[in-house]
């Protein structure tokens, strides 16, 4: 049995945030031991840097965990074992104490007062040299299997070996790219994206681009995909927060339909159908002298109630009083469930996530150790949790980074 005080090794794979999270505290916990990243690419923390536009969002203003974890459509009961022991209150402690302080906006997402991810990425490489933890670029890991007591990390050309490793590689879009994984025997549920905006091709609405809404609610027909939220209308469909949201909590409802489903938008989501009913005479009488072109009594943008007058077939000039009964039931359907036919989806470029990776249940949310490998452990995108925009992917990979490094440290000592 080996000691602490003879040196002990931890492999960390994948220069990520999870990945140098756990490497930077796990040395700092640990002097004594020997921590490396191996990094296949040519650089490091290569997402944080594109992250958040550029200013990286690195956590959200939630510090109750139990409202917290409601913000990732997968691994609910997991996230909460694993962000209580980190949470964002602890995310923010952390930065400041190095220097890095972080403000919040409006919507709660938390930004460095820097403005720029490269304050995010300096305060992990110089905790990095601090601790001495060794950066190995270019080297891509084929394969890890034990050999009696020791990890054996595959590089192809070289072999290293661990005491411990932490999987930290991200998520990876096609099944395929788990293989080099597929010998620890570790379930993966099928990786498909989440954060998606939807393609409404040949839809006259598109003409409409760059007009948006405050509040808009969404249902994808024949499912539970139900979301409320602001909504934003572009060249190719609809996109904002409300249809980030639904393609996250729907990833895996909407890949099984091949992308490919109606949806209906209520544009006054204060209003039920009946409702708008009953306040339509009140409405139509109160503005019965003005045209409904210049009269938009909802708050709407004007190019958006010229758009369903047209659709209702309303002529722009009709004065309220003399809306037909017919176009005014078009009028507040289009209001109410207007529908469109998505076909296809468009990658959101802001943040883009993976639903999907190495099943929860066989990793320890305590811990983050697997169950079925002792000195294995995972962080990051890796395992099957995504949360919606906002600063909760980042949240789930330090705390997950940090979570495996104490208990690295734990087991080291
Ligand atoms: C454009 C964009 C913007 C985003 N903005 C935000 C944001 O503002 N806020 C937020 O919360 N989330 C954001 N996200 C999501 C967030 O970036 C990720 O959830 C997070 O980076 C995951 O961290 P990770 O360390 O698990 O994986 P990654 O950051 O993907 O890091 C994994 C690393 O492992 C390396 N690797 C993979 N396989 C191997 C191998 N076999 N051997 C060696 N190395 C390997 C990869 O090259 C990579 O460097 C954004 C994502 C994108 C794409």
């Known amino acids: 049995m080996q000691h602490f005080n003879e040196e002990k090794t931890l492999i960390v794979i994948g220069g990520g945030a999870a990945g140098f999270f756990c490497a930077v505290n796990a040395a700092r916990l640990a002097p004594k031991l020997k921590v490396i990243i191996l990094e296949k690419s040519s650089k490091v923390l290569a997402k944080v840097k594109v992250s958040g536009g550029g200013r990286c969002n690195v956590t959200h203003h939630c510090f109750d965990v139990n409202e917290l974890i409601k913000k990732y459509p997968r691994g609910k009961n997991f996230l909460k074992k694993e962000l209580f022991q980190f949470t964002p209150k602890d995310t923010v402690e952390w930065f400041e104490r190095r220097g890095i302080a972080l403000k919040t906006e409006a919507d709660g997402r938390m930004f460095p007062v820097t403005n720029s991810s490269q304050s995010i990425i300096d305060c992990l490489l110089q905790e990095a040299t601090k601790y001495k933890v060794h950066l190995r670029l270019y080297s891509s890991v084929q394969k890890i299997f034990k050999d009696e007591n020791k990890w054996i990390v595959d590089l192809g050309m070289e072999k290293l070996q661990a005491d411990f490793i ?182 959101f470029k802001e943040e883009f996530v993976t639903c999907g990776g190495i099943a929860l249940n066989e990793i320890d949310a305590q811990t983050m150790q697997s169950k079925l490998h002792e000195n294995l452990f995972f962080a990051g995108e890796i395992l099957d949790v995504d949360g919606i925009t906002g600063g909760f992917n980042f949240q789930h990979a330090w705390a997950s980074g940090w979570v495996a490094a104490k208990n690295i440290v734990i087991k080291a000592d």
Request: net charge positive; with cysteine; glycine share 6%.
């Open 166 to 347: 932490c999987v930290a590689c991200g998520g990876f879009p096609k099944l395929q790219q788990f293989d080099w994984l597929q010998n620890l025997q570790h379930k993966i549920d099928p990786p498909v994206p989440s954060l998606f905006t939807f393609n409404i091709p040949g839809n006259s609405v598109t003409s409409l681009m760059g007009v948006s809404v405050q509040r808009a609610q969404v249902k994808v027909l024949g499912t539970k995909l139900n979301e409320e939220g602001p909504l934003m209308i572009t060249h190719w469909g609809m996109s904002g927060p409300v249809v980030l949201r639904l393609s996250a909590w729907g990833a895996r409802t909407l890949a099984e339909q091949n992308y490919h489903y109606k949806i209906h938008v209520n544009w006054l989501p204060d209003f039920k159908e009946h409702t708008l009913r009953e306040e339509w005479n009140f409405i139509r009488n109160k503005h019965a002298a003005q045209k409904m072109n210049d009269k938009n009594p909802f708050e709407l943008p004007k190019r958006l109630w010229q758009y369903f007058l047209e659709k209702a077939e309303i002529p722009l000039e009709m004065f309220w009083s003399k809306l037909p009964s017919k176009q005014q039931n078009k009028l507040i359907q289009i209001l109410i469930a207007d529908e469109y036919e998505v076909h296809g989806k468009t990658t």
